[in-house]
């Protein structure tokens, strides 16, 4: 998979995942949008560790500098 996302995408992503992963964990949003929202800061983690975005590749957007 090539790269698409950025490197302060990638940091931003992850913040924003990691956050919203512990929202679940420690509950500070209880039941199903907690769940919800933890299962999509799992994704921003996952996303931003291997800097792939698939909604990115569907929509052909790649903020990732690349030497040619």
Do not use: D, Q, Y
């Not at 299962?39 to 569907?58: E, K, M, N």
């Amino acid at each position: 998979m090539p790269c698409n996302s950025g490197g302060m995408e990638r940091i931003i992503r992850g913040v924003l995942g990691v956050v919203l992963v512990l929202a679940w964990l420690l509950h500070w949003v209880p039941g199903t949008l907690g769940l919800i929202l933890g299962i999509l800061g799992a994704v921003f983690v996952v996303t931003a560790a291997i800097g792939f975005c698939p909604i990115f590749a569907v929509l052909k957007i790649n903020t990732c500098k690349t030497k040619s």
